[in-house]
């Protein structure tokens, strides 16, 4: 994992209020988490061995909510309800995100509400690192967000609107051009997004 690929790292103002943990209950969440665990165990999300982390994942709620990995989680192999927030609300323009839960954000999170933004049927997303996939899917001339535009910005969320709507469909990758390493899944389900990645994995390992 490049040094470069730094996702624990918050560049939006976050706006965030401790609040007890509510993943148990939100549907697709125990799927989520349970894919999670497997990402970790593939080296796709996890730590850097400074302690940052890289990759995250989240799953749609009701009323333009959405419930995201944690940040400072990616170490942990197993998060549990306790390791999600969720994101009520976000602002691209004004780079502000807002939170409630029991850990704070995902440095990502404007990523995956740039997602759920263009593409209303997305259920899911998954956010990725891998040296080889991500090489591999710009080699191969998948969508990619601008070499320019660095995560967590409001310049990377607009490129992933744009992506999103280029493709024209409820499921899709993404690879993060400017964004060392970071690849996107989407799709109308848990499962849809976790087998895009998987099918990465069968692909170019």
């Not at 970790?40 to 909510?65: C, H, K, Q």
């Not at 995902?106 to 956010?127: D, F, K, R, T, W």
């Not at 409001?154 to 390493?181: F, N, T, W, Y």
């Amino acid at each position: 994992m490049n040094e470069s690929a730094k996702e624990g790292y918050v560049k939006y103002t976050a706006e965030h209020t401790p609040a007890a943990a509510v993943a148990a209950g939100v549907p697709g969440w125990k799927e989520l988490d349970e894919g999670r665990t497997g990402l970790y165990d593939l080296g796709l999300v996890g730590a850097l061995p400074n302690g940052v982390g890289f990759g995250n994942t989240s799953v749609r709620m009701n009323n333009g909510e959405f419930l995201i990995s944690g940040t400072a989680t990616g170490g942990r192999r197993a998060l549990g309800p306790d390791g999600y927030c969720v994101v009520s609300a976000f602002d691209i323009e004004k780079n502000r995100v807002s939170s409630r839960g029991p850990v704070k954000a995902s440095a990502e999170s404007m990523s995956h509400g740039a997602v759920y933004l263009a593409c209303p049927s997305a259920l899911s997303v998954i956010h990725i690192h891998s040296r080889k996939i991500f090489d591999a899917m710009l080699r191969d001339g998948y969508p990619r967000t601008p070499a320019d535009a660095p995560y967590g910005t409001p310049e990377m969320a607009r490129a992933i609107i744009a992506c999103v709507k280029e493709q024209g469909r409820s499921r899709g990758l993404i690879v993060m051009a400017g964004h060392d390493e970071g690849v996107i899944a989407y799709g109308e389900s848990v499962k849809e997004a976790l087998d895009l990645v998987l099918g990465l994995c069968h692909k170019y390992n």
